[in-house]
């Protein structure tokens, strides 16, 4: 299974630390969660009604940086399945070269037991 989300820098998701010497370029938090978003996707047809992943693990070299106005094509596929995590291999491609590749986990969890598990925890909140 595959996934595939694409996202164009811009404002909304450059580093912010941009000057006269630093160009704007896509800022790494933004790319790690569009290959999440990739992941998520790939796997969703298969979740029932009352399930969701949510991400666990990620591993990610950001090798180039990616100017505003080029489209990203972040990619995510399956290569493990242990019980309810599932592991994928990532990668990020700008048009012109690879821009990031990795690891990333997703769990599969039940949506209500969740909810009550945050409640439980909201509830001790110091």
């Known amino acids: ?13 450059r580093i912010t630390f941009a000057d006269t010497r630093m160009p704007a370029v ?11 978003y990739a992941a998520r996707g790939a796997i969703a047809p298969c979740l ?17 940086p ?3 106005g080029f489209t990203v094509v972040c990619k995510a596929r399956v ?5 309810a995590v599932v592991t994928f291999q990532v990668e990020a491609h700008d048009g012109t070269e ?8 997703r769990r599969v969890i039940d949506v209500d037991r969740f909810a009550r598990r945050l ?3 909201s509830e001790k909140r110091p």
């Open 1 to 13: 299974m595959t996934g595939e989300e694409r996202v164009v820098v811009g404002p909304q998701n």
């Open 26 to 36: 896509l800022a790494t938090p933004w790319l790690v969660a569009h290959l999440e």
């Open 48 to 64: 029932e009604e009352h399930e969701r992943s949510v991400g666990t693990y990620v591993e990610v070299e950001h090798l180039a």
């Open 66 to 68: 990616v100017p505003e």
């Open 79 to 83: 290569i493990r399945v242990d019980g």
């Open 98 to 105: 690879v821009v990031a590749r990795g690891l990333h986990r």
């Open 119 to 121: 409640a439980r925890k």
